[in-house]
């Protein structure tokens, strides 16, 4: 399904202070939950430099999350990014993160696994690893979630068990005692 994503355009080495200055602050606008406010950032990164693939994924993922419709426009923004970079871990972690919310399981298991396997050390990598176990617990299937939990414990222990502990994607396996020996590790 992603091998057809071979176009790669070619943006330049280095962008410019503002278009790092508006990536930037749209990237922190959505790690806040300000969606809209991401989105504007974000078109104002793309309006100083087109080729700018980052935008993009930050964009894509904060209109899936502005809006409870968006899918299809979010989905075209973020492949978009892919098919500019498709070596960009962080673009298809967030196509696993649009499918998941929208609850596109099978496809947002694919994109993540996509990007764990570019085998790229980036703060995303654990999550990936934990988006596939929130699907998989929302699925009902205790080992697979406790599977790729593990894997996300590996790089990020602290923070993975801290949402483990509360994370609702978890309900239809918390009381399985392959996913309480995880959590009460």
Not at 26 to 52: M, N, W
Not at 90 to 114: I, K, P, Q, T
Not at 164 to 170: L, M
Request: overall charge negative; aromatic content about 16%; proline content about 4%.
């Amino acid at each position: 399904m992603f091998a057809a994503m071979e176009h790669v355009a070619h943006r330049t080495p280095e962008p410019s202070a503002e278009v790092r200055y508006w990536y930037h602050q749209g990237a922190l606008a959505f790690s806040q939950h300000r969606y809209l406010v991401a989105l504007d950032d974000e078109d104002k990164a793309i309006s100083a430099d087109p080729t700018f693939e980052p935008a993009y994924v930050v964009k894509g993922i904060a209109l899936a999350y502005a809006y409870d419709d968006t899918y299809d426009a979010a989905m075209r923004i973020l492949r978009k990014a892919v098919q500019m970079n498709p070596r960009d871990g962080y673009g298809w972690f967030n196509m696993g993160l649009c499918n998941e919310r929208y609850g596109f399981y099978s496809e947002g298991v694919a994109a993540y696994d996509h990007a764990i396997g570019l085998h790229q050390r980036a703060w995303w990598l654990p999550w990936a690893y934990y988006g596939i176990a929130c699907i998989y617990g929302r699925e009902g299937n205790a080992n697979l979630a406790v599977k790729y939990l593990k894997d996300a414990l590996k790089y990020d222990p602290k923070a993975i068990l801290s949402a483990a502990r509360s994370e609702e994607d978890f309900a239809p396996i918390r009381d399985s005692s392959a996913f309480q020996s995880v959590i009460d590790s």
